[in-house]
């Protein structure tokens, strides 16, 4: 059996124990018989409130009815194809963090999806009853692998983006997890960038007296590793820590003993050398921290795309680190540290700084909550789907015997069931329109959602699309297309009942030609003699 996730492997398979378990229940007390028993005696009383219906004739349509009711009983009521848990696989497509255009797929089974879900695999057989094989009718075992077909098919013909919003949304949660890094990192952010920043602001320089290598200049002096403040003499080479650092030794090499005799071991780097140093530099470590921590099991991804948007690995290291540092997290401190920010006297003591401070903080807090409320719809929805799905199983028998076995209401649910499984393609078109606004409307500076908070207003636009394509687009197109089953269904049953008034029809007609040419012939007879 074929599903549409990871999820499904389990919900599909629990789904059809319980159809299974239901079923048996209506036949195991003789309900499932019931509806032959209620159509044959309410066809029965509509034929004999009918003038001119014999006996033949009723037997008859009684036939025609019970007919298409065994279909329906035995086709797609009645499960007998086992469904073996490994058997039961899903087509994992995926599109390479770069801009190729060939889609990746693997064929995932039960017990080995590649997700936290395998670990359950054991315990979840063991609930299922161990020997006890779920089993499926016939009809929705095939229109079930029809389904998913089509709905594959398209995803298929979907051309790859790079998954930016994933991307992001790491990055948006992503933090330092080191408490002594991050102390060291809110320091050099009050000993080196704010001062370098007041200074520059102080200086008031047109855009003539910046090098064009510096620019854009709002963008360059915006985060510690500003390369205007780095290479820039009076800036990071002239500022340097106001106390002893465990993270730098002692150097009289470095300048050390301007400020200090050096009995404690304790270095005093400036902050040009405290950033960049090779060894002991704290954008190394800082780097370190991220790369081994938060985004350990994520850097594959992020190493595809910083290919595709940034020219080096450093300006890509640096854009990473810009983020980690500067995108809202709650653990960590100089998360919401204020930059790019127009504070003369760099602290937050005053009235206006709290104000800019607090607003700019808003902003790139709505532009990171965006993107992980992206990535928590591109990861919620395929679960939605599944129980929707599940749901959707377990409640058939209870459907098909309450519609007395009727060939319109399996038409109908068969509808149904396609649109519920199209919702994967539908899926996979919003996350391929999310990933292509993202780029179309911010280009190379996508991650400035999470570094400066521009242009918010894109943003929410963009998270109003995504939510319609994710939440409102299917409920639409599965209402659409129930409206369609229904009445494909009711022009079903209608044929159905147009045979069975043409069976009666024919009988009264096939008498009245007998008895006609009976009396034809009596007539003659008595003629002639």
């Not at 255009?101 to 064929?107: F, L, N, Q």
């Not at 029809?146 to 398209?154: D, G, H, R, W, Y």
């Not at 687009?473 to 409206?483: D, N, W």
Request: hydrophobic letters at 45%; aromatic letters at 12%; charged letters at 15%.
């Amino acid at each position: 059996m074929l599903v549409n996730s990871a999820i499904e492997l389990y919900t599909m398979l629990l789904a059809w124990r319980l159809y299974d378990g239901f079923w048996s229940i209506l036949s195991g007390t003789g309900l499932g018989a019931l509806p032959f028993v209620v159509v044959i005696i309410s066809t029965l009383l509509d034929l004999q409130e009918k003038e001119g219906v014999g006996s033949k004739q009723m037997i008859r349509v009684v036939e025609v009815r019970l007919y298409t009711m065994l279909f329906v009983f035995f086709i797609a009521v009645t499960p007998f194809i086992d469904l073996h848990t490994e058997n039961t696989q899903y087509i994992e497509t995926s599109c390479p963090a770069n801009d190729s255009s060939a889609a990746t797929t693997k064929v995932k089974s039960f017990g080995d999806s590649g997700t936290t879900l395998d670990t359950e695999d054991g315990r979840f057989l063991a609930m299922m009853g161990g020997d006890n094989i779920p089993r499926a009718p016939l009809w929705w075992y095939v229109f079930s692998r029809l389904n998913l077909a089509v709905a594959n098919s398209l995803k298929f013909e979907l051309p790859c983006r790079a998954d930016i919003v994933t991307v992001s949304a790491n990055l948006a949660s992503a933090n330092i997890t080191d408490p002594n890094l991050r102390s060291e990192a809110a320091h050099f952010n009050n000993q080196c960038w704010l001062p370098a920043s007041n200074k520059f602001l102080a200086a008031q320089l047109t855009d003539a007296e910046i090098p064009p290598s510096q620019q854009p200049i709002a963008e360059n002096v915006s985060w510690f590793g500003s390369k205007y403040f780095l290479n820039t003499a009076g800036y990071y080479d002239t500022f340097r820590t106001d106390v002893g650092l465990k993270s730098f030794p002692y150097s009289e090499l470095h300048g050390d003993n301007v400020v200090s005799d050096g009995a404690d071991g304790l270095g005093w780097p400036t902050c040009k050398r405290w950033w960049e140093d090779s060894t002991d530099g704290l954008r190394n470590r800082l780097l370190a921290d991220i790369k081994n921590g938060f985004m350990k099991d994520k850097m594959d991804s992020w190493d595809e795309v910083s290919q595709t948007f940034f020219g080096s690995l450093t300006d890509a290291a640096d854009q990473l680190l810009k983020t980690a540092i500067t995108a809202p997290a709650s653990t960590s401190p100089v998360s919401k540290l204020p930059i790019a920010n127009s504070q003369i006297d760099g602290s937050w003591t005053s009235a206006e700084g709290w104000i800019n401070g607090a607003a700019g903080a808003g902003v790139l807090y709505e532009g990171a909550f965006a993107l992980l409320e992206a990535q928590a719809l591109k990861a919620g929805a395929p679960v939605i789907q599944a129980i929707v799905l599940m749901m959707f199983v377990v409640v058939l028998p209870l459907l098909m015997f309450l519609s007395l076995y009727d060939v319109g209401t399996l038409v109908t649910l068969t509808v149904v069931q396609f649109s519920v499984v199209f919702w994967s393609f539908l899926f996979a078109l919003a996350l391929w329109l999310n990933n292509f606004l993202l780029s179309a409307l911010f280009g190379d500076h996508w991650l400035d959602i999470l570094n400066t908070g521009d242009q918010p207003m894109e943003m929410i636009v963009t998270m109003w699309i995504v939510k319609f394509t994710y939440i409102v687009l299917p409920l639409i197109f599965s209402a659409l297309l129930g409206i369609a089953g229904r009445n494909l269904g009711l022009s079903i049953e209608s044929q159905v009942t147009g045979m069975m008034h043409g069976v009666g029809g024919g009988a009264k007609s096939g008498v009245g030609k007998v008895y006609g040419a009976s009396k034809k012939i009596i007539n003659k007879g008595v003629k002639k003699y």
